[in-house]
């Protein structure tokens, strides 16, 4: 199973370990393509050396090839909202993961949206409870 990772590089980096953590369980179970979404060293601005063009096409390519997406969604970006929109006009399963202790409240898009599950956690153990039952889901 190949999963898309979602999270926010522009819109600012402090949830980047956590990310980083998401991922690392998540690949206890599948693939992940877009791992470089939760390296540290990928900061807002310094990306991997790719121009913006080239890092749309290929995030779209691996979007289209994956099995589903994993958002984090707690820190607001354009980038996720348009990778999650994009998604969901591919018909992908799209889990969005959400701490409403972050300060930040969830776009109405989002929560609202019929096309993708959100799973509001406190602790990182809920959201990988939420994650491991996601994945589950796609092997039925
Ligand atoms: C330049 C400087 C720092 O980062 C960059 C751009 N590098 C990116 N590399 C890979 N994926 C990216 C990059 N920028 C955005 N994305 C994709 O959009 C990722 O898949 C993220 O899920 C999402 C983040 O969007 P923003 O709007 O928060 O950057």
């Not at 470089?36 to 121009?51: A, C, F, I, P, Q």
């Not at 589903?68 to 399963?93: N, Q, W």
């Not at 929560?111 to 959201?127: K, L, N, Q, R």
Request: charged share 25%.
């Amino acid at each position: 199973m190949r999963v898309y990772f979602a999270g926010s590089i522009r819109g600012g980096r402090q949830d980047a370990a956590l990310y980083g953590e998401l991922i690392s369980f998540i690949k206890r179970y599948a693939e992940v393509l877009t791992e470089h979404v939760g390296d540290l060293s990928l900061n807002r601005d310094r990306g991997e050396g790719y121009s913006a063009s080239y890092i749309h096409a290929r995030d779209l390519d691996w979007l289209k090839e994956s099995d589903l997406m994993i958002a984090e969604v707690s820190t607001p970006s354009l980038g996720v909202g348009y990778e999650i929109a994009t998604a969901i006009h591919h018909h992908k399963r799209v889990l969005c993961l959400y701490n409403p202790k972050s300060g930040k409240k969830l776009s109405a898009m989002i929560a609202g949206s019929p096309d993708v599950e959100v799973c509001a956690y406190t602790d990182i153990g809920e959201a990988l409870g939420a994650i491991a039952s996601f994945l589950g889901e796609g092997e039925k």
